[in-house]
Each structure stands twice: as C-alpha cells, then as structure tokens.
C-alpha cells in the first residue's frame, strides 16, 4: 500500500487545518458580499480530511459480437440460410448457461436491386418493386461473456465458425456492490490516516468527529469555508490492495477452478456447429485488462 503524507496546510484531497477565525477573516460568501458567518464546524480548531483511494482490478465482462451473410433470389432461403449459420453459434454458446454467457441475436433482410448506369455513366439501382435481383439477409449475434475465463474459448469458438465480419472484443468492469462498499470504507480509514499524520506534525491531537460526507464535497474549499469563488484541487490517491476491496482470498485460500465441461452436442451439432479441432486451432491469447476503481471521502475532526 502506498501512502502520500498528508500536509496540513493543503486544501482538498490533504487535511485542512483551521484555527477559530477572526471577524476580518470571513471569507466572502458570494462576490461582492465582504463578510458571512462562518460555518459552525469551523469555530473551533479543526481539520478537515478528503481519503481518496485507488485499486485496480480485472475486468469481469467481454462482449463480442458476429454476423453472418446470405444471399438468394427467395427472401425466405436467404433468412433462413442466415438463421441456420447464426443458431449453429449461438446454441453452441448458450451450453455454456445464461449465468456465464448471454447470447442475443437477431436476422434483418434487404433487397438487392437491379442496376443500370445513368446518363453520366454512374451504376445506381433500380428500386422498383418489380426490379428487386437477390435478398440479403444478415445474421448477427452479440455476446455478452459474464464469467471472462471463458471468452478464449467462446472468441475462438465464433471465429471457428466462420462469420463474414466479427466484431472487436471489448471488456468492462462491473463492479459488485460489497466492492463500492469495502472501498468506501478504504476511503474513511485513508481520511484518518492522513488526519491523524497531519495533526501529529503539527503537534496536535484529533478531537471527536465533527462532519462525516461519504461524497467528499464538504471538504471542498467553497462547502468548508463559504467560499464559492474557489474549489479544491486534486491530491495524490492511496492504492489499496485488491484483496481489501473485493474480499476475496482474506479469509481462506480461493476455491479451484472448476473445469467448464461443454456438452457433447457444441462439437456435434449439425448446421455447420465448430468441431473441437477447429475451436482450439482458432484459440488465440484474450486477457482482461485492469480498470481503475476511485472513491473519496470527507471527514472533518475537531483538534485538541
């Protein structure tokens, strides 16, 4: 865990120390106002603490998505061409279960007119009704992968299956809510920790709470002091261990990892399905980056 030092003459994300303001010193309410009262908290001695924490953690969601192209003179065996290459894919997919990957897909069809060049030698179609040459159907199928150990397999499996286009990867954090919590708290216990090192620098003691704000707003400079002309600056963030965050391997040792057996029909199925030769011959490396998770929080103390 790293640490910056908290200053005691900073304002924002370091402690604030403030001494019983003097009448001349009111800071002014709104421009062109010279005095205000000052804000209950602030006639005693105290300081005010912003704790901002950091942590990086894995991406816990991919998303991917396909389609597939067909082409015929009957709209109905240009859909259903389309349809039986996608529902390959996605049944192959869906044996995995809805709780670890989701699978969507939709078919949409359009009429391939006739063309002819016009009087400048340009190709334009020929949209009337009676003119229509071919339909194409396009078959798409976008994949949400909610257990992101399985998207090698399930990306390998879509290229497998010979799409027209497949689209970029992408990952995402979707941070549970005993995640926001356990790092709110790191946010608290960094707000003491630097109070606690500013006060003792200074050779003081902290008093009793004055002000708890989980958002962090009262410790800005127009909240603290009625000063709304100003607003704090950023301060440097603590890093917290992703262990102190998620929860996990705190308590005991993680569970192994259980084998994902797929069922016999992903490599057996007919309609064009991948085999499990072709799955693994088309695996490639896809590792979930690390995304930055932040929170603050603001703690005003009296001084001794």
């Given at each position: 865990m790293r640490s910056s030092l908290a200053l005691a003459l900073l304002l924002g994300a370091t402690p604030l120390v403030s001494a019983a303001p003097a009448l001349a010193q009111t800071p002014p309410?709104?421009?062109?106002?010279?005095?205000?009262?000052?804000?209950?908290?602030?006639?005693?001695?105290?300081?005010a603490s912003v704790g901002q924490v950091r942590v990086e953690l894995q991406a816990n969601r991919a998303f991917v998505s396909a389609s597939f192209q067909?082409?015929?003179r009957s709209v109905?065996?240009?859909?259903?061409?389309?349809?039986d290459q996608v529902r390959a894919l996605s049944q192959a997919l869906s044996a995995y279960g809805a709780d670890k990957v989701r699978v969507e897909t939709s078919v949409t069809t359009r009429p391939l007119y006739d063309q002819y060049r016009d009087e400048n030698g340009v190709m334009r179609d020929n949209t009337r009704a009676d003119r229509?040459?071919?339909?194409?159907?396009?078959?798409s199928v976008n994949?949400?992968?909610?257990?992101?150990?399985?998207?090698?397999?399930?990306?390998?499996?879509?290229?497998?299956?010979?799409?027209?286009s497949i689209g970029q990867v992408n990952f995402q954090l979707d941070p549970e809510n005993s995640w926001k919590a356990n790092l709110q708290a790191e946010a608290m216990k960094d707000a003491r920790r630097r109070a606690e090192a500013a006060a003792t620098n200074a050779g003081a003691t902290l008093g009793r709470v004055k002000i708890i704000d989980p958002s962090g707003r009262v410790c800005q400079t127009d909240v603290l002091a009625g000063w709304p002309a100003y607003a704090a600056g950023g301060g440097q963030e603590t890093t917290v261990d992703e262990m102190m965050v998620t929860g996990s391997r705190v308590n005991a040792?993680?569970?192994?990892?259980?084998?994902?057996?797929?069922?016999?029909?992903?490599?057996?199925?007919?309609?064009?399905?991948?085999s499990e030769a072709q799955i693994e011959a088309a695996r490639l490396a896809l590792q979930p980056p690390l995304q930055v998770m932040t929170d603050s929080a603001c703690v005003i103390y009296g001084l001794n």
């Open positions: 309410a709104t421009i062109g106002d010279r005095y205000i009262p000052a804000p209950w908290w602030m006639r005693d001695p105290v300081i067909s082409v015929d109905a065996e240009a859909s259903r061409a389309a349809a229509v040459a071919r339909y194409q159907a396009d078959a994949v949400t992968v909610r257990d992101v150990s399985l998207i090698e397999r399930v990306y390998a499996t879509i290229v497998a299956s010979r799409p027209t040792p993680p569970p192994p990892r259980l084998a994902v057996r797929v069922p016999a029909p992903v490599a057996e199925m007919a309609g064009g399905a991948p």
